[in-house]
């Protein structure tokens, strides 16, 4: 009987990790799984070089190879291409945050997690915005590369930084549905095809690489309404100078609308598998 009183005072007397959580130490641990996912790159040579490398090779394909075909003169191009060049670089980052996720879990990191005296939430918000970092980095290299090549956008620094803002916040959007079909599919591959299979017909059926008003009828209705379009079109007012409020109301309508049902369904698809 003694032996049973022993056994049974470390679970009587433990606190319930649940009792301990607060609004601050849920953002303390959100941070600190932020900062574990920043290390992941340090620690993974290949997304070090997929972060670098890509923009390059996307600017130079496009630009060089592209746009004296496209528009007679390829530094007409790149200057027409870059803002484009800069939201697809991001937006197909995003795929990212899904394959993450899914990796985690399969390699059974979320039950460890799930262990620990930390927030439910700290795992999925950790994930989010370290993945916004490399967002930035992402939109950093192609702007290097587009500088390096000649591009002087007419809106200056402050255009840059803004035009950086509105592909961020769209990521941000992005990043929830990514992360919802992240935790709905059964493997990273899965979910890195499923990613490519929406993100292609978003990217190329936009804005970014050929104005709408050159493609045929029914492309160019799915271009307008596209919200790459949108962001695309925002970013190259805010660089090189043009319409911009009419596409940015549209950006930020389209973040809200991602958020409102993609965000739900991530947090009821975490909460299922954690």
């Given at each position: 009987m003694s032996a049973a009183t022993t056994a049974e005072r470390p679970a009587a007397q433990a606190p319930s990790p649940s009792?301990?959580?607060?609004?601050?130490?849920?953002?303390r641990h959100g941070a600190l799984l932020t900062w574990r996912s920043l290390l992941k790159i340090k620690s993974n040579p290949e997304e070090v070089l997929g972060l670098t490398f890509m923009p390059i090779m996307f600017v130079g394909l496009f630009v060089f190879v592209f746009g004296q075909a496209m528009m007679g003169d390829w530094q007409a191009y790149r200057d027409f291409i870059i803002p484009g060049i800069t939201a697809q670089s991001v937006i197909f980052a995003t795929i990212g945050t899904g394959v993450a996720l899914n990796t985690d879990i399969e390699k059974g990191i979320f039950d460890r997690f799930r262990s620990?005296?930390?927030?439910?939430?700290?795992?999925?918000?950790?994930?989010?915005?370290?993945?916004?970092?490399?967002?930035?980095?992402t939109v950093v290299m192609v702007l290097v590369?587009?500088?390096?090549?000649g591009f002087r956008p007419q809106g200056g620094v402050l255009g840059v930084v803004a035009a950086a803002a509105v592909v961020m916040v769209f990521a941000f959007a992005l990043c929830w549905l990514s992360a919802f079909v992240g935790l709905l599919l059964r493997t990273p591959m899965a979910v890195n095809i499923f990613g490519?299979?929406?993100?292609?017909?978003?990217?190329?059926?936009?804005?970014?690489?050929?104005?709408?008003?050159?493609?045929?009828?029914?492309?160019?209705?799915?271009?307008?309404?596209?919200?790459?379009?949108?962001?695309?079109?925002?970013?190259?007012?805010?660089?090189l100078g043009g319409p911009v409020a009419e596409p940015l109301l549209w950006t930020a309508v389209w973040a809200v609308a991602i958020v409102a049902v993609f965000f739900p369904l991530a947090a009821r698809a975490y909460r299922r598998r954690s």
């Open positions: 009792a301990r959580i607060t609004p601050v130490s849920a953002a620990l005296p930390i927030a439910r939430s700290a795992p999925l918000i950790g994930a989010i915005l370290g993945d916004m970092v490399r967002y930035l980095l590369v587009a500088v390096a090549i490519s299979v929406w993100m292609f017909p978003l990217t190329f059926g936009s804005s970014t690489f050929v104005p709408p008003e050159n493609m045929p009828g029914w492309m160019q209705t799915f271009a307008e309404i596209n919200p790459v379009t949108h962001v695309t079109d925002a970013m190259r007012g805010l660089m």
